[in-house]
């Protein structure tokens, strides 16, 4: 009953390790590097009479996607499919298959550079120092040499990889911020038949004036029902959630089918309040899910694979 609305790839497990490892870095110099005022100001400069050859231009590395002009070169996408096939392997999925693998790789790929492209405009960036600084905490917490070894990490891609995921966890951190501490929520307990019959009995009951926790329990012995303290975007039933709103305090919905059965849904109460740690992780996941599908939208994203 509970959950978000919209189903998720996979995301790959060596990145959540990399977001939870990172989660403190997202504090670090939140206004981005200080600027250095350069001391070339201060000297005389001297005129070179010696012309400067052109430098050459270098051939770009071939890529897989352009995010807005940015390129996600093809061995890091493949270097990238290579860890998920491992991290596949070690969740205990046998064979994975190969074509939804790069698809999934592929997809979270293009999400953080959009992620990291946010901060950006948001003004945030990480030194090479900073970058390195936090390298070395990491290394101070874990064995980071085992863990590059079994995720097939050189230093210059761990530096690289880690720049990305912090300005990735700063823009993911911005859009946490955007939940508010209290939201409207309704406090609701639900009639859950399996059958069109077993419900229609449980409607007529109610409509004789049973109570409602009574009957609830006869079809959910265990929780009678309860459903607690629900905002707007956490259930994962969209027809039940426009129902409940709907409804003032004390009032039932009517039958509403739904994949996994027949709910009669009373509410119990509403009012502002906080919410619970459930329901803003759930809300926080949503709202990265629609910041994404808004920067995809109107992004020029060229994909260069088939």
């Known amino acids: 009953m509970r959950g978000v609305k919209r189903k998720t790839n996979q995301q790959l497990f060596w990145q959540l390790i990399l977001i939870i490892a ?4 997202t504090k670090l110099n939140p206004n981005g590097p200080e ?3 350069s001391p070339v100001a201060d000297l005389a400069t001297e005129v070179s009479v010696t012309p400067t050859l052109p430098e050459p231009t270098m051939t770009p590395l071939p890529a897989v996607a352009i995010v807005n002009g940015e390129r ?3 061995i890091g996408f493949e270097r990238e499919v290579e860890r998920y096939l491992i991290a596949q392997e070690a ?3 046998e064979d994975p298959d190969q074509a939804d693998a790069r698809e999934t790789v592929l ?3 293009i999400d953080q550079v959009l992620l990291a492209q946010g901060a950006r405009e948001a003004g945030i960036e990480f030194s090479d120092a ?3 600084a936090r390298l070395e905490q990491l290394a101070e917490e874990v064995d980071l040499d085992g863990w590059m070894a079994a995720w097939g990490y050189t230093q210059d891609e761990l530096l690289e990889s880690l720049h990305l995921q912090m300005l990735v966890a700063n823009q993911h951190e911005r859009i946490a ?3 508010p501490e209290a939201v409207d929520q309704v406090e609701l307990r639900q009639v859950l038949a399996l059958t069109a019959e077993g419900a229609k009995r449980a409607l007529g009951k109610l409509n004789a004036d049973a109570p409602f926790e009574e009957v609830a329990f006869e079809f959910s012995p265990e929780t009678g029902g309860y459903l607690g303290w629900v905002p707007r975007g956490y259930l994962l039933i969209p027809i039940v959630e426009e129902a409940v709103f709907d409804l003032t305090v004390g009032s039932y919905t009517d039958i509403i089918e739904s994949e996994i059965g027949y709910h009669i849904v009373l509410v119990i109460d509403r009012e502002v309040r906080p919410l619970s740690a459930d329901a803003r992780i759930t809300l926080t996941r949503q709202a990265l899910f629609d910041w994404l599908d ?3 939208a109107t992004s020029v994203i060229e994909v260069l694979i088939d």
């Open 22 to 25: 990172l989660t403190a870095c």
């Open 294 to 296: 808004e920067h995809r």
């Open 130 to 132: 900073e970058v390195q």
């Open 177 to 179: 911020d955007t939940i």
């Open 35 to 37: 600027v250095m005022e």
């Open 72 to 74: 996600i070169s093809l």
């Open 91 to 93: 969740l205990g999925v």
């Open 107 to 109: 997809n979270d790929l």
